[in-house]
């Protein structure tokens, strides 16, 4: 099948495939999920807190650069390539990253940086593919799980292995875990000849505009959330923190599935303005203390809006959008979560020296609730218009060029 054929008929949904697909991607989570910590601890040793720092710096920002490069590298190259490269970019350097050098081990962090986003859109293209429109929020919340359950037990299983077994024993099991989905590379369709679909990033912004902005808020509202916990590590509430964060990732794949067949009866709408009101009051009970209760309760919620928040918003830019954009706007999608995340920890880092943790946090809920809501509905009112008069318009013209049936003597036509 060709890249053109894959983009320009739809893919009947398979339960096989759809496991497939899901393993590969368990494999790459599990991968990355087993260094996101270990990387900036080992990196620490040999350059100080700014080394560590930079080991996530410089992959997030090579991640989204790839996003950029994602869609045009799949047209041209297939999907099956592209997700191959990603597997290997993210497990060779494994062990450059757990070395003696500072150097090579920031240029390891961005190459598996990269390969992470090249994985994204390579993937996620074909997911959106393997789901019919009327199921799409249900297959796209299941595929999800494949991605998100790693991060509640491979964070703490790279912890532990890094602090008993060492950095080497670690960049092997990381490295298997990431070239394991290559034995699965046949459920991606390959590349018979050049293909038609040429991707572009001339999208409907309009469109996308507002489910963009509700994403990006609630990645900052994690991002917030994990860098106001980083503070705590040491601290009396350490435990809590930990218990959090597991509570976090359960929460948030949980609903990412049960979202996602809500979406599927009652509309994505409806599931990104729950996700959205659960937000407000997750950042409510993140700034009444630091009991950890409330941290836990936070956290909680918080892992739960967003697991709605993140379906919601791609499965609405996917209907948004035509078949062969699906690459683009899962690029897109993913940007707004890195960005958000980025922006959410910049934001929190700023403030909290000045207004303390409380109001910090409750300011930037503010800020970002205050644009996804302005965008709503300024955004959310012109799209409806558009497609309204589009749709007028589309039935005028065809009318005009459909002949008008003739009516007989008896009434019937």
């Known amino acids: ?191 018979e000849k050049r293909s038609r679909y040429s991707p572009s990033w001339d999208l409907p912004w309009r469109s996308l505009g507002w489910p963009l902005l509700a994403q990006t808020g609630g990645a900052a509202a994690v991002g917030m959330m994990i860098t106001s916990f980083a503070t705590a590590v040491g601290s009396t509430v350490a435990a809590a923190v930990a218990l959090a964060m597991f509570l976090h990732g359960l929460a948030s794949s949980l609903t990412r599935w049960w979202g996602g067949r809500i979406g599927d009866r009652h509309g994505q709408r409806l599931v990104i303005a729950a996700g959205s009101g659960l937000s407000m009051v997750a950042t409510l009970l993140l700034a009444s203390g630091d009991s950890p209760a409330m941290l836990i309760a936070g956290a909680t919620v918080l892992g739960a809006a967003f697991g709605l928040q993140r379906t919601g918003t791609l499965i609405l830019m996917l209907a948004r959008t035509s078949p062969p954009e699906s690459d683009a706007v899962n690029a897109a999608w993913n940007i707004a ?46 799209t409806i218009e558009f497609r309204f008069d589009r749709g007028r318009d589309e039935e005028n013209d065809l009318s005009d060029r459909t002949p008008r049936p003739t009516s007989t003597t008896d009434g019937t036509k």
């Open 1 to 191: 099948m060709t890249v053109a054929a894959f983009h320009d008929q739809p893919m009947r949904v398979s339960a096989a495939n759809l496991a497939r697909l899901g393993a590969c991607m368990f494999g790459i989570a599990n991968s990355f999920y087993l260094t996101l910590s270990t990387a900036p601890a080992h990196l620490s040793t040999l350059g100080g807190d700014a080394a560590a720092g930079a080991a996530t710096t410089v992959s997030t920002f090579a991640t989204v650069l790839s996003l950029f490069f994602a869609p045009r590298l799949v047209s041209v190259a297939g999907r099956r390539t592209v997700f191959a490269f990603a597997a290997m970019a993210l497990g060779f350097p494994c062990v450059a990253v757990f070395g003696n050098s500072l150097a090579i081990a920031e240029l390891a962090c961005a190459i598996r940086g990269a390969g992470l986003g090249l994985a994204f859109v390579s993937a996620g293209g074909l997911a959106a593919a393997l789901a019919p429109p009327s199921r799409r929020g249900e297959v796209l919340g299941i595929y999800g799980l494949a991605f998100g359950l790693p991060a509640i037990f491979a964070v703490p299983a790279g912890l532990w292995l890094f602090a008993r077994q060492g950095g080497v024993s670690l960049a092997l099991v990381a490295t298997m875990c990431a070239l394991l989905p290559l034995l699965g590379l046949g459920v991606f369709p390959g590349l």
């Open 337 to 382: 979560y890195d960005a958000g995340l980025g922006l959410g920890a910049l934001a929190y880092a700023g403030l909290a020296p000045a207004l303390g943790h409380s109001l910090a946090i409750v300011a930037i809920a503010a800020a970002f609730a205050t644009t996804t809501v302005a965008s709503f509905l300024c955004l959310e009112k012109m």
